[in-house]
C-alpha cells in the first residue's frame, strides 16, 4: 500500500458518475478536500446535465462530463465517449484520484489517468473480472468512520488518505439571483415561503415511485388539514405523474414539474415547508438546503440512504413484502424492486403531521 506524503495535493479528481443524489452527498467529501487543501483543484467527472450546478455550487473547481446514453450505447459510441472522457482529463495531470464509483469503467478510467496516488474501495462492491486491474494504491473502507450510511461511504476516502473529517453533512444553498428568481415564481403563484409543501413523486425507475392516487390522498388529506399549498416538482419526464396527481386533487396544487432547472430546484426546495417524496436526488437536495424531509422507500434500506442532518421520518413497508409487480420487480436489486407501493395512506400521513409537529418551534423562531 502506498504511504501518503505529507505534501498537499495540488490537482484531485474525484470520479461520481451516478446521480444527483450521489452528488449532493459527495458534496461533502469536496467540502472536506477543500479545507484540507485550500489551493488545490478538484474536479468532478460526472454527467453532463450535472455540469452547472457542480460548477454553480462550488462543489468541484471544474468538471469533466460524460454522456450516459453514449457510456450505454454501441461498442463504438462507447469507446469513442471513453477515449474522449480520458483525454479531457489528462490534461489536468492530477497527483490524487478518488473513485467513489467503484465500477468496471471508473477502474478503466482510474487506470488510464494514472495519478500518483489512486483511492479505490476494499473490498469493491464489484469485484474484479477476469483480466481486470485494480489501479487503486489507497484502499478504503467501503464504509468509513463507522458508518452505515452512504454518506459514510463517500467520506471514507479521507480516512484512508489520513485528513481530518471536519464537515460531515452535505450543505447546499441556493444561489442569490436562484432564491430571487424562486420568490419570484412562489409570488406568481401567491405561494408564501414555508408555507408549502414540495411534493415529488418521480424517481429513475418505476418501482421506486409511490402511486401518484396515494400522492393525491396525502395531498388532499394534509393540505385540508393544514392550510399548506402544495408544489409539485420534478423532471421533464415526470409530467405525467404530475398530471395523475393533479387530475385528483384540488386546482390551488402547483404543478412546477419540468419547469425548473436544478439550481432553481434547490432555491424552491430551500422555501418549502417540508418535502415529500420517494427516494431521489431532490429528496437529497431538499435535506442539503436544512429541508425536513418525508421519504417513501421500497427494498433500499432508509438506514444506508435516508435524507441526513435534517429532522426527517423515512418510510419502508415491512420487508419481505408480497411481490406486487412480477414482471418489474427484480429483486434483490434495491432499483429494480417495487416494494414501496406496498406503503399505505394513513403512515405517510401521519409522518408527514409528526415531522411538522417537530419542526413547529422551529419555524416560529425563523418567523
Same mark, same amino acid.
Given at each position: 500500500m502506498l504511504q501518503i506524503s505529507p505534501a498537499p495535493f495540488h490537482s484531485i479528481l474525484v470520479v461520481q458518475t451516478k446521480f444527483i443524489g450521489d452528488l449532493v452527498l459527495a458534496s461533502a467529501l469536496a467540502k472536506n478536500l477543500r479545507l484540507a487543501f485550500p489551493g488545490a483543484s478538484i474536479v468532478f467527472?460526472?454527467?453532463?446535465?450535472?455540469?452547472? /450546478?457542480?460548477?454553480?455550487?462550488?462543489?468541484?473547481?471544474?468538471?469533466?462530463? /460524460?454522456? %450516459?446514453?453514449?457510456? %450505454?450505447?454501441?461498442?463504438?459510441?462507447?469507446?469513442k465517449e471513453l477515449y474522449a472522457m480520458v483525454r479531457a482529463l489528462r490534461r489536468f495531470r492530477f497527483d490524487l484520484t478518488i473513485d467513489l464509483t467503484d465500477s468496471k469503467t471508473s477502474r478503466i478510467v482510474t487506470g488510464l489517468v494514472n495519478a500518483k496516488t489512486r483511492v479505490g474501495y476494499s473490498p469493491s462492491e464489484r469485484p474484479l473480472r477476469m483480466l481486470e486491474r485494480q489501479p487503486a494504491n489507497v484502499f478504503a473502507k467501503p464504509y468509513g468512520f463507522d458508518g452505515q450510511h452512504f454518506l459514510y461511504r463517500y467520506l471514507s476516502p479521507l480516512e484512508a488518505l489520513g485528513i481530518e473529517l471536519r464537515a460531515v453533512i452535505p450543505n447546499l444553498q441556493p444561489l442569490p439571483m436562484e432564491t430571487a428568481k424562486a420568490l419570484a415564481l412562489l409570488g406568481k403563484h401567491h405561494l408564501r415561503p414555508n408555507a408549502f409543501i414540495a411534493v415529488h413523486a418521480g424517481a429513475s425507475f418505476e418501482g421506486r415511485r409511490w402511486q401518484p392516487e396515494r400522492f393525491a390522498a396525502v395531498i388532499f388529506e394534509i393540505a385540508g388539514e393544514t392550510g399548506l399549498d402544495v408544489v409539485l416538482v420534478g423532471g421533464p419526464d415526470e409530467r405525467e405523474i404530475a398530471e395523475r396527481i393533479v387530475a385528483r386533487t384540488a386546482p390551488s396544487v402547483v404543478n412546477l414539474v419540468g419547469d425548473l432547472s436544478l439550481e432553481s430546484l434547490l432555491a424552491v426546495l430551500k422555501q418549502a415547508r417540508l418535502f415529500l417524496g420517494n427516494e431521489s436526488g431532490p429528496m437529497h437536495m431538499a435535506a442539503a438546503t436544512g429541508t425536513p424531509v418525508v421519504g417513501l422507500f421500497g427494498l433500499t434500506e432508509p438506514s444506508r440512504w435516508g435524507p441526513v442532518g435534517v429532522p426527517s421520518i423515512s418510510l419502508q413497508p415491512p420487508m419481505p413484502c408480497a411481490c406486487m409487480a412480477e414482471n418489474l420487480c427484480r429483486a434483490p436489486d434495491p432499483s429494480k424492486a417495487c416494494c414501496v407501493w406496498g406503503l399505505e395512506v394513513k403512515p405517510v400521513v401521519d409522518a408527514v403531521r409528526e415531522v411538522l409537529s417537530r419542526t413547529e418551534m422551529k419555524l416560529e423562531h425563523a418567523i
Open positions: 467527472l460526472c454527467e453532463a446535465r450535472f455540469e452547472s /450546478f457542480v460548477i454553480a455550487h462550488d462543489i468541484a473547481s471544474e468538471v469533466v462530463t /460524460f454522456r %450516459r446514453d453514449r457510456m %450505454r450505447g454501441t461498442s463504438l459510441e462507447r469507446g
